[in-house]
């Protein structure tokens, strides 16, 4: 706080305070110019008159009993613009003080988690709850309540990865995060280009197309895809480079989008978990994730979306 707030504040503070002593004591007295031998101010309403009479006593002592009890809240809590109170109290504190009592509660829960294998992890109910609530917490706002994912964020409920399925790659893409670069081929291919190439990944997921441009095609997809996306279009999971032949999108799967990640090239971040949530309850999300695409996987009791 700048110090002309704090000033502000505390001089706000204390002259309400003031003006309420001072209230207060006016109305304790007796109003000596309306004095009147028949101990009212003179004033009537239908034959309703007001006494001319101090207030009570008892009301005055709460009235000052409320100061009293404004003044040591004062000196013990914040309220004086910038000094802090003789308790060292704030929101921050307290705040900190309950996550601190709260991490001390359930990290040996999730310690005791962390010792169990991922596979062995999935399968137990109990700790694929605590697992769902830290994914709609943390993970659904990008891939989605379900894991289903949405333009731009991968689904996690089926059986295409981008950085792989074993549970150490699912397991280092949530400790340490992923990033996925396409770069931009507008320029390298031509709107030509761009359109056989597009026709050669519709001809890899068995999509109609013309003939010439498939073949056409062929030829640029090795030249310019191949490297990362490999020569059979199944993708490279050691740098996220998506199957082409299973479509299945991040990012759409029609002409015009299919083009467009061609064209201009696609990035996309998953923000490594490590220093945001901890190692244990990245080993727990780890054992959800991949219980996401078993429960589709197996047909397994519990749909992943059982309960919303
Ligand atoms: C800010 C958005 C965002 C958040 C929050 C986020 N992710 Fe991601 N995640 C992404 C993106 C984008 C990708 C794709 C990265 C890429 O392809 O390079 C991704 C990729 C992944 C992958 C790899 C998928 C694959 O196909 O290989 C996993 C697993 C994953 N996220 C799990 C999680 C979990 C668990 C959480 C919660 C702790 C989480 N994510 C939170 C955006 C996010
Ligand atoms: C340098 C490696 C690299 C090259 C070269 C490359 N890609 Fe990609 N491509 C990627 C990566 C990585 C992604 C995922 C990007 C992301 O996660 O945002 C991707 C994404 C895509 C997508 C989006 C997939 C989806 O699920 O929506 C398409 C389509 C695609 N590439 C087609 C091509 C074609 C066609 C070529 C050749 C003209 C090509 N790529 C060249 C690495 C590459």
Not at 36 to 45: L, M, Q
Not at 222 to 248: E, F, I, V
């Amino acid at each position: 706080m700048s110090s002309a707030w704090s000033w502000y504040i505390s001089i706000i503070v204390v002259a309400n305070i003031l003006a309420c002593v001072w209230l207060i004591r006016w109305t304790q007295k007796k109003r000596p110019g309306e004095a009147r031998p028949d101990e009212t101010t003179g004033h009537s309403w239908d034959g309703l008159t007001e006494l001319n009479q101090p207030m009570p006593r008892w009301w005055l002592w709460l009235f000052y009993g409320t100061i009293v009890w404004g003044l040591i809240y004062l000196v013990l809590y914040p309220g004086l613009g910038a000094f802090p109170g003789l308790l060292g109290w704030s929101q921050y504190s307290q705040y900190d003080e309950e996550v601190e009592q709260m991490e001390a509660e359930v990290a040996p829960l999730f310690a005791r988690y962390a010792e169990m294998d991922f596979l062995e992890l999935a399968r137990h109910e109990e700790a694929m709850q605590t697992g769902r609530r830290l994914f709609a917490n943390n993970c659904a706002v990008c891939h989605g309540t379900d894991g289903g994912g949405r333009p731009g964020f991968p689904d996690l409920t089926d059986d295409d990865w981008k950085w792989g399925g074993d549970p150490e790659q699912v397991h280092h893409s949530i400790l340490e995060g992923r990033q996925g670069i396409m770069p931009p081929l507008g320029d390298a291919l031509g709107e030509d280009g761009v359109e056989a190439v597009t026709a050669y990944v519709f001809h890899l997921n068995d999509r109609d197309a013309p003939e010439e441009l498939v073949e056409a095609g062929r030829g640029l997809f090795s030249q310019q895809c191949a490297a990362c996306h490999g020569q059979d279009g199944k993708g490279n999971q050691a740098m996220g480079a998506p199957n082409l032949t299973n479509d299945t999108w991040v990012y759409g799967g029609s002409r015009e989008a299919i083009e467009r990640s061609i064209r201009e090239g696609r990035e996309a971040e998953m923000p490594g978990q490590e220093n945001i949530l901890g190692a244990d309850r990245v080993h727990l999300l780890t054992a959800y994730v991949l219980s996401l695409s078993m429960d589709t996987r197996d047909n397994g009791a519990e749909a992943p979306d059982g309960d919303e």
